[in-house]
């Protein structure tokens, strides 16, 4: 199913540290583990803001 990149941007934006941008698109281990480090220690999540950023929308994650 096609997501919103906007949307998985915002989610990641402003709750990344948590992996909410992760369980959005369906990858629930990924987001279990954002949720377990704190967005990777926050490196995840800004290099996962910029992927979102080239992305097209909608995307096929």
Not at 24 to 41: A, D, H
């Amino acid at each position: 199913m096609a997501k919103n990149k906007w949307v998985a941007f915002f989610l990641c934006l402003f709750l990344g540290a948590l992996g909410i941008h992760k369980f959005y698109e369906g990858r629930i281990l990924l987001g279990i583990l954002y949720l377990c480090t704190l967005g990777l220690f926050g490196i995840g999540v800004v290099v996962d803001l910029v992927i979102l950023l080239f992305k097209p929308n909608p995307y096929f994650p």
